[in-house]
């Protein structure tokens, strides 16, 4: 450990599959370390399992700086957590978050503050919710606060989530299950039966059949009417049946009509005139594929954020009064 | 058996996991079997588990009747199946079926006459395929002749099929994989976690909740723009942590908008202007859940059939001169 380190946070971003942890110093991390213990990959059952996950990742840190303030965001704070931080109702800023952060006893030096999830709720119209992406949100706010006064956010994933920002609050968002559908049919639904099992080595060939299924996939997305969802991903099956794609861009059709379904239905919840910026936070590979699909949209992202989970936290700390 | 009959045809309907054969005289079944031997379940690998099936099912039969012509449908003329009988495209009648249907060795009395399946392949638009509807239409259109002039059939299930049907020629369909996303999202995904593991007893007020469900999905589906199903389906999720439906109801709305989500695509498949019938084939539970949803979306079933297959084998027989 490099000695002229001074940390003044220890922020956690505490997942269903991993645990990650910063040290960070002036909203920067200066060291982070990464472990499998997510929520559901606990080395002990209840309580001592997070425990224990917590002293393995930061029990040095701790003994080098006791008085280190500790925050964490993710599905550590859901019913299945450590502690539940219940969902913050919209339209909600960073400073309702951390108003409605709980803290729980860690075992090692301070509490940690847990950030509570964001909900979505309105009489007439179907709830959505959000745990982990709020603080996410939080950090691109404070890495680029002209943002803060209006833009729509994007973050592709298993459930991506388009979320509209007004005056630095999260007013409105929706949940696309789009990462969750690509996995789940592919392995587990017809779809997936004409697809070759292991990836097939990408050649040139190969790369110029795996784009034109992708736009292929797009294209059909953005020509689809509503209710045409559980009939355009059949063509997975029959463009392979019928020999139109070979079997190794199969899947690239399905991501293509997927990722288009959610451009289509997310790019028409963002007010068009009123020029609002569009970021993407998340996954470097995945949101350069976002990129590419907005493109073909006649869209573009305004800018692409690596993980910001760490100033997030910075900012709730800094909200929570946790920081000097 | 009685031995007042005289049968005309032996009839199978042989599909993925089941075979039905059925003797018939005059257009009408006149004795019925079952079994477990669909193509993916046959008693021995390749052509010798087709024909040990067969032999199960009917050979005391044709030792009765060595004469009975024989015709099959589904996917037993699938390249799984017995012979494969290539896809007969758009527009297809009963002849065209007939004229490109496929002959076996069954092993035991005459070949069997193995019907093709039907593909949809116009340039500039997905494919589809279907392999045992085109012989239930054909039953259909049998059964009612003034609906093969003009008429819109939606088979329901796993695969749901919307036909439709001119001058008695199948002209265009599409399928919807309304049933299967149904059993793979509840048992693969997300949006099962919060439903029961089983059916809880029904009681007046889990009804009323449950239909009250299914009208929300309907509902929600039929106000749904381009590209939100990915987007409404998480409600299956969030309408069960914040509450606003008891577990043992997720289902219902989710079946529910799988199938409002069909019926805004299919119904808008159909000419509004020309008062084309619509006609119904499937399973009676089913049938009867697609038309109380039709209601639900102030249209309704000119007809609902319950299995037309033999009928449609008949018809099939008939066109291939098979029949005196």
């Not at 919209?90 to 108003?99: E, G, K, S, V």
């Not at 847990?114 to 949100?137: K, N």
Request: net charge negative; hydrophobic share 45%.
């Amino acid at each position: 450990m490099d000695a002229s380190l001074a940390p003044e946070l220890l922020a956690l971003d505490w997942g269903t599959s991993s645990l990650r942890a910063f040290l960070m110093q002036e909203a920067r991390v200066v060291a982070s370390r990464h472990s499998g213990h997510g929520i559901q990959h606990l080395p002990a059952p209840g309580r001592a399992g997070f425990e224990q996950a917590f002293a393995g990742i930061a029990g040095d840190w701790l003994q080098q700086w006791p008085q280190l303030p500790i925050v964490a965001s993710g599905m550590v704070g859901s019913a299945q957590g450590w502690r539940e931080a219940p969902y913050v109702r919209c339209p909600a800023d960073i400073r309702a978050l951390a108003a409605q952060s709980v803290s729980i006893a860690s075992g090692l030096g301070p509490d940690v503050l847990i950030a509570p999830g964001v909900l979505l709720d309105e009489p007439g119209r179907l709830p959505d919710v959000m745990r982990g992406e709020e603080i996410q949100i939080a950090g691109a706010l404070l890495h680029d606060p002209s943002s803060a006064a209006r833009s729509c956010i994007v973050l592709p994933g298993t459930h991506s989530k388009w979320v509209q920002i007004e005056h630095g609050e999260i007013v409105r968002f929706a949940t696309y299950l789009t990462g969750e559908l690509f996995a789940v049919l592919g392995k587990h639904s017809i779809l997936g039966r004409l697809m070759p099992e292991s990836s097939e080595t990408q050649d040139e060939v190969n790369a110029n059949a795996n784009a034109e299924a992708f736009e292929l996939g797009l294209a059909s997305a953005r020509a689809s009417k509503p209710g045409d969802f559980a009939q355009q991903i059949f063509a997975t099956r029959t463009l392979g049946l019928t020999g139109r794609l070979p079997p190794a861009a199969l899947a690239d059709f399905l991501s293509g009509l997927l990722i288009g379904h959610e451009l289509v239905s997310g790019l028409a919840g963002i007010d068009e005139t009123a020029r609002v910026p569009l970021i993407m936070i998340g996954d470097p590979a995945l949101c350069q594929r976002y990129a590419q699909s907005l493109r073909s949209f006649g869209k573009s992202a305004d800018a692409v954020l690596d993980n910001t989970a760490p100033v997030g936290l910075w900012n709730l700390a800094q909200a929570a009064g946790l920081l000097k």
